[in-house]
């Protein structure tokens, strides 16, 4: 009799907003998963806010002892998790840039080119929300993402250097895409 | 990025829908721009060390036995350091704390001052209010398990506190915290009840 093939095992995957109760709970693993699903996000976020490695560095590590502190205070049913991390996040972020009392830049005498806080405050929860979601595809698809869009090779090239043929890196693009969208689409639960 | 989507992959045999959604990640992506590396010092999350805190608590409780002398001493000193007051130092560590009840906190370590004196701030959240009047917690070091080097008491009002204490110990990556609480009656330094995570 010929066996029965046992559908393929799928890690489950906790929600970000499964993760934090699970931490307010005390529970360090839980934790550690969020940190490694955000610590870039945090950076990014905060390297734009400060623009200094260190402090952001510092701003990292503070979002989450805060996140560690506060996480029993969230509310899965006032609205997913990632929402959450975002506002632990810009308060540390915040709290960092005031803590240096570092005087206000010079008014400029043109008006600026550069994007106003309703702008910029947008801008920075794309690039938390992609960045995060760039955390869940698997290495393959977020290699050739990362070729692709911030290398300055082109498709060819990226074929080349990763010693795969032309087509490959199309359809692990598209393949990473399409990941994206779902997450995107679905995420922030 | 000036690339286009079709300049990625092949849009050929996507139906509208398909390719409307892939577009507005693309256009997502090259909003977002790239993510940063990570410096080598966010490599872990803060506090790597787990050490479950009930093997811990049996551990420190088994050995705990500080001559009452040194540890007035220690206290003193402890007190003395805590009323200090520093700037806002540059973070060097931050370190995560778990204790009983659901208890939580974090220590962040600012530089030293050129005496070797180390800034911190410790902030708790879900620590019970202590009943006993006279009672307080005390934040030490461990050494060799055992909570040996104190940096300061607090007493907690509505279960959080942030606290900053000045500390002339040297901190390391592998420096374990502890909190104690104390009570009248109480043997110094009182039962452990939070830990390094």
């Not at chain 1, 070729?147 to 990226?158: M, T």
């Not at chain 2, 060390?49 to 705990?64: E, I």
């Amino acid at each position: 009799m010929e066996a029965a093939l046992a559908p393929p095992r799928i890690a489950p995957v906790c929600s970000d907003g499964e993760l934090i109760v699970l931490t307010g709970s005390g529970d360090r693993s839980a934790f550690e998963k969020l940190y490694k699903r955000y610590a870039r996000s945090v950076f990014g976020l905060a390297l734009r806010r400060l623009g200094d490695r260190g402090r952001a560095e510092e701003a990292v590590q503070e979002t989450f002892a805060s996140v560690w502190r506060s996480a029993s205070t969230y509310r899965p049913e006032r609205g997913p998790g990632a929402p959450w991390l975002y506002g632990v996040a810009r308060n540390a972020i915040v709290d960092r840039s005031r803590a240096r009392h570092e005087p206000p830049a010079e008014a400029p005498d043109e008006p600026s080119g550069d994007s106003g806080p309703d702008e910029r405050a947008e801008q920075a929860w794309t690039s938390w929300r992609v960045h995060r979601a760039l955390e869940a595809l698997p290495e393959r698809e977020r290699e050739v993402v990362a070729l692709a869009y911030w290398s300055d090779l082109s498709q060819s090239e990226i074929a080349d250097k990763l010693g795969i043929p032309l087509g490959t890196v199309k359809t692990r693009t598209r393949s990473a895409l399409t990941h994206l969208a779902k997450i995107l689409e679905g995420e922030l639960r | 990025m000036k690339r286009k989507l079709d300049e990625l992959i092949d849009l050929e045999g996507l139906d509208d829908a398909t390719r409307e959604r892939l577009q507005g990640v693309h256009d997502q992506l090259v909003a977002a721009g790239p993510p940063p590396e990570l410096p080598p010092a966010l490599a872990a999350a803060p506090g790597a060390n787990v050490v479950p805190l009930a093997s811990r608590r049996r551990r420190a409780l088994a050995g705990v036995a500080v001559a009452a002398a040194i540890a007035a001493a220690c206290f003193g000193a402890g007190v003395l350091v805590g009323h200090s007051s520093s700037g806002e130092p540059k973070t060097v560590t931050v370190v995560a704390m778990q204790g009983e009840q659901s208890s939580l906190a974090s220590v962040r370590v600012g530089q030293p001052d050129a005496d070797g004196n180390w800034p911190i701030e410790f902030t708790v959240a879900g620590l019970p209010r202590q009943l006993q009047d006279h009672s307080f917690y005390i934040l030490m070091l461990e050494k060799n398990g055992k909570p040996v080097f104190p940096c300061g008491t607090f007493r907690v009002r509505n279960g959080s506190t942030t606290v900053r204490f000045t500390v002339p110990y040297p901190i390391t990556k592998s420096t374990q915290w502890v909190v104690t609480s104390m009570a009248p009656g109480v043997h110094y330094p009182g039962p452990i009840v939070m830990t390094t995570v």
